[in-house]
Nanobody, 113 residues
Framework: VQLQASGGGSVQPGGSLRLSCAAS????????MGWYRQAPGNEREWVAT???????NYADSVKGRFTISRDIAKNTVYLQMNSLKSEDTAIYYC????????WGKGTLVTVSS
């Protein structure tokens, strides 16, 4: 099972980015997928998750600014990030849960003026 995250980059505060995470080797249909992030010097923290039925949950720090979605047919989960702040700077990791948690390698998001 592999999870490949993409879409990271550098953006100014207030800007937007869309992250994608494509899963291969196994279908996550019906399973929880999500995004976590790790800022320099910090622990990895949960950002958002989406269930197989499409129910979503968000960390308070991103609620109202980030939107998680998924394309089951493509086995892909997305994270639309709007109104980005400098404190959103981190490596973003996607996760798929299928008995155990599978992790992608991460994609770097830098928010800076």
């Amino acid at each position: 099972v592999q999870l490949q995250a993409s879409g990271g980059g550098s953006v100014q505060p207030g800007g937007s980015l869309r992250l994608s995470c494509a899963a291969s080797g196994s279908s996550f249909r019906g399973n929880v997928m999500g995004w976590y992030r790790q800022a320099p010097g910090n622990e990895r923290e949960w950002v958002a998750t989406i269930t197989g039925a499409g129910a979503t949950n968000y960390a308070d720090s991103v609620k109202g600014r980030f939107t998680i979605s998924r394309d089951i047919a493509k086995n892909t989960v997305y994270l639309q990030m709007n109104s980005l702040k400098s404190e959103d700077t981190a490596i973003y990791y996607c996760m798929g849960s299928r008995g155990t948690n599978y992790w992608g390698k991460g994609t770097l998001v830098t928010v800076s003026s």
